[in-house]
Every structure is written in structure tokens, then in C-alpha cells.
């Protein structure tokens, strides 16, 4: 399987689980869509080089193109729109009612995950 992990910036809470799918997959990449903030510098984060890490300025369109599926993450979503009926996609994200919220807080994210879906089937949720 060619699997693609798109998302802001690369850190070390994700490297563990990239460095298993990068040995397990046919194809793994890891697409950073930006630098790592000075804000996280001052948090203890720092750079990692990996062999599966690209930078988005670097022609990732052939990289995404041929992907059997993509998680994404917090990143620019005209990056997989051309994609979205044509690939298994995992939208990362933290779960809805994490904090709580009554299901009438969480109607508003409700309508908007199923208009930015609308007719695609291959598209899930995945939970931080």
C-alpha cells in the first residue's frame, strides 16, 4: 500500500508511527506543509530529518497523486481536494466532543464534516 501523511509540521509525537508504516508500506511519505513554529522551538520541539519526510514546496503532487490512501491532518485542504473521490482519506483530527460538549455543540461541526464530504464515501474520521 502507498500511504501519504499530510499535516502542518512534523514532530516527534508522530515519528514513531511513521517510522512503522515507512517499513510496512510499499510506499510511505510524510508531507510537512510548513516550518516548525519558533513557539514549539521554545516548547523543547525540534527539527527531525527523516528518509519519508518531504516538504510541500518540493513537487509533492506526484507523491499524492500516486498514493492508495492519505491521512490528513492540519494542513491546507486544496491539497487533496482533485483527490477526494478517488482515494481512501482519514481526516486527523481531535476528537469532536473532547471537551464535553453537548450534542447541540457539536451540531455545527456535524453539518460541516457532511457538506465537505458530500457524496464522497471513502473519507473517515480518525480520532487524536
Not at 508500506?25 to 516548547?43: A, G, N, Q, V, W
Not at 513537487?59 to 485542504?77: H, K, L, Q, T
Not at 453537548?102 to 453539518?111: C, D, E, M, Q
Request: glycine share 6%; aromatic share 14%; with cysteine.
Amino acid at each position: 500500500m502507498k500511504l501519504t501523511y499530510i499535516s502542518n509540521f512534523f514532530n516527534h509525537h508522530q515519528k514513531f508511527i511513521s517510522d512503522a508504516l515507512f517499513d510496512k508500506c510499499d510506499s510511505y511519505y510524510f508531507i510537512e506543509t510548513e516550518k516548525l513554529p519558533e513557539e514549539r522551538k521554545r516548547l523543547g520541539y525540534s527539527t527531525i530529518e527523516a528518509k519519508y519526510l518531504k516538504n510541500a514546496d518540493e513537487g509533492i503532487e506526484d507523491v499524492i497523486r500516486s498514493s492508495d490512501a492519505i491521512v490528513f491532518g492540519s494542513a491546507p485542504r486544496g491539497l487533496i481536494e482533485s483527490e477526494k473521490k478517488n482515494k481512501l482519506i482519514f481526516f486527523y483530527t481531535e476528537r469532536p466532543l473532547k471537551l464535553g460538549l453537548s450534542v447541540a455543540g457539536y451540531f455545527p461541526r456535524l453539518i460541516k464534516w457532511h457538506i465537505n464530504t458530500l457524496g464522497f464515501k471513502k473519507q473517515y474520521l480518525l480520532c487524536s
